[in-house]
């Protein structure tokens, strides 16, 4: 696997490790009347992982395409590896790697083909694009499958083929925009360990995902973006101390009596939070706060103390859960 | 360590999409064959040769064996069909089914390069298919004079000045392409039968003709002709050339914008 990565910038010795990779003002997104991205203030400095998380249409892929010098920017300011994507697109996407939410694959070409026809794109030679597929499709334990046709390839393979596609250059930076939506777990924890191999080696990371667990899971830094603004900022451990308490204690009641339980627990946590199928009460110390509710008469039909995750802090920043 | 990728000369860029696309083709051709070679060659079985045997020579044909006659013509009807199908679907699939396009442009390739390639490519596919066709033919006899190799430029120009609208509709519509089928049934078979392909237009009512005039087929249909028979003064000739690169450019402009204004969202 060493050797898949061996063109992978490994050490990033002659540039400083905070060189700044991305960095946006006040960027800006307009489709029509429409303001998808309204004015971020994003930097991502070499090494990162860096994400982007919020619901479905918060802006997210709309700031991805424009990292990615596909779609050009309404306003504000953008350089991408210190150029401007305006006037420099095709060698910003030249040492760039984008996965896009949809897969995109030629699909009546062969996997192997796949990865030496992109490859092509990005200027390496016929020998140089043959050898890079063969070590791409070993990354992507695909390698029993390189010659057949992509169409009936299933989603975790296409996507994983996807991913080594954009790694045919080599990139700098990698975007990945929601990059396991839509799989079954299984496939979602192999594509999760390709991306750690890939940080471990030392390739930025920009992703976006609706999914905590998947932020938590890769983001050294991310941002929580809301109807195109982005409303907190901080590594995940620091988002959850800030905006959430230690544990949460989940209770969940026949419809028609959690309304008549709210005022029975209000002032046992910190924080009650209301949800259409269940309470959730912010607290240090969830198993004593359960039993003080438990000596009140409150009698859920299933209780669950937990950890805080960034889906709280979501949830305490917009007043609203991440997948609906 | 920096990244190997580089953003190629755009002339390259050019050549790799083609590259792409011809890549597939090889994997694909068979499947082309039956539409690009087959038709044609009833066309002229059934009409040039069974209809055709029943007419005869006179001023009409130019006083030719009405196959003689017929076969430039299907030559640019054939062009026409080719230009138009490989403009429609696969363009439609690449923004909308497997979104090819998307994956072309992530890369240092633009959106200028990616049109330019994706309309010589279509020109590529009609002079392949119109080479076969008539290679085939010329082993029936239906034709008679080298010249007729005159004929493809022609008859490519005249289907390229079809199929860059085709392309334009293709980059526009969002749905299933039900679009095509109407284009196909309303423009593209009406135009085949009405636009001098079979007969000159001057069987046609004098009311009706200029509604063959606007259409690429016939401006194609009579430099073909020319092309092979062999009467034409230069200025007519070069009436006809400028008409169907006007119309070409036109579709072409237009499929750009098009092209842009999907890729860049």
Redesign the interface.
Known sequence: MRDALSGVPASVAGVSDDAVLVQADGLVKRFGDFEAVRGIDVKVRRGEAFGFLGPNGAGKSSTMRMIACTSPRTAGELRVLGLDPDRHGPRIRARLGMVPQQDNLDNELTARQNLQVYGRYFGLSRPQVRARATELLEFAQLTDRADDQVEPLSGGMKRRLTIARSLVNEPELLLLDEPTTGLDPQARHLLWDRLFRLKQSGVTLIVTTHYMDEAEQLCDRLVVMDGGRIVAEGSPAALIAEHSSREVLELRFPLDEQQANVPLVRDLADRVEVLPDRLLLYTADGESVLGAANRRGVRPISSLVRRATLEDVFLRLTGRTLVD | ????????HPVA?VG?VL??LW??YR??WRATVVSSLLTPLMFLGAMGFGLGSQIRPGPVTANLPYVVYLAPAVLVMLSTQVAASESSFPVLGSFKW???Y?????????VDQLVTAQFLWVALRVVLSGLAYLAVASLFGAFTDVRVLLAVPVSVLAGLAFGTWVMALAATVSDEGNAFGNVFRFVLVPMSLFAGTFYPITQLPVWSRPLAWVTPLWHGNELARAAEFGHMDALTAAGHLAYLLLLTAGGLLLARRRFHVR???
């Not at chain 2, 360590?1 to 190629?8: D, E, L, W």
């Not at chain 2, 998307?102 to 633009?110: K, L, M, N, Y």
């Open positions: 360590m920096a990244s190997v990728g580089r953003a190629v860029s790799l590259e792409n890549t597939w994997r694909n497997d979104q090819r998307f994956a072309i442009t992530a890369t240092p390739v633009s890729l860049k969202v």
